[in-house]
C-alpha cells in the first residue's frame, strides 16, 4: 500500500487477467461471504471495463480480487440482458448487506466468456448485490427459479444453457 500527502492510498495488484494495477482503497468492497472456490479471499474492487479507445463501458466491468490468488470476474448488468429482470432476495441476504430496499445497491451478474463467444452466459440465478453506502456485497441466490445460472447470451430467447445441455445429453 503507497500513500503520500497528495495522493489517495492505493494498493497495487498483480491481476491475472488485467496485469499490475493500482486500486484506491476506497474503491474497494468487502464481500459478506466469500465466493465460491475463493475461502480466503474478501476484498474485491468493482472497476470499469475499458474499451479499446480507453474509454469505460456502460455495462461491463471487473471485480478485481485484492486478496491472493488476484482472480477477477467480468461482471456485466442484468438488465442489458434481460430488460424484466426481477431479481428477489432473501431477508437474511438483505440484512446482511444492510438492505431495506434496493435504492442505493447496484446488482451485476458474472459473464462467464469461453473461446468461442457463441457460448457466452451469465449467471441471472446468482448475482452479485452491492451496497453502495456500506461498500460490501453479497452473491445471492435468488428466491425464484426463474433464472438460471448459464443463460446464453447468443440465445434469441430465454431458454438457458442447461436445458438445451441435458437434450443435447438425452
Not at 441471472?124 to 448459464?150: E, F, G, W
Request: charged share 25%; net charge negative; glycine share 4%.
Amino acid at each position: 500500500m503507497i500513500e503520500t500527502p497528495s495522493k489517495k492510498a492505493v494498493l497495487t495488484v498483480r491481476s491475472q487477467a488485467l496485469g499490475t494495477i493500482e486500486i484506491p482503497l476506497d474503491q474497494t468492497i468487502t464481500m459478506c461471504e466469500p465466493l465460491a472456490g475463493f475461502p480466503d479471499c474478501e476484498r474485491y474492487a468493482l472497476l470499469d471495463h475499458l474499451r479499446e479507445d480507453g474509454t469505460p463501458s456502460e455495462s461491463v466491468y471487473w471485480l478485481q480480487a485484492t486478496e491472493e490468488p488476484f482472480q477477477s470476474f467480468v461482471l456485466t448488468d442484468p438488465w442489458g440482458i434481460v430488460p424484466d429482470y426481477a431479481p428477489e432476495i432473501s431477508d437474511a441476504d438483505a440484512a446482511a448487506l444492510g438492505l431495506r430496499s434496493f435504492e442505493g445497491t447496484r446488482v451485476l451478474v458474472i459473464l462467464t466468456m469461453p473461446s468461442d463467444p457463441s457460448m457466452m452466459t451469465v449467471n441471472l440465478r446468482a448475482p452479485i448485490v452491492v451496497n453502495v453506502a456500506r461498500r460490501t456485497a453479497k452473491q445471492v441466490v435468488l428466491l425464484s427459479d426463474a433464472y438460471h445460472t448459464r443463460h446464453r447470451l447468443s440465445d434469441p430467447g430465454d431458454e438457458p444453457a442447461e436445458r438445451r445441455d441435458d437434450e443435447r445429453d438425452a
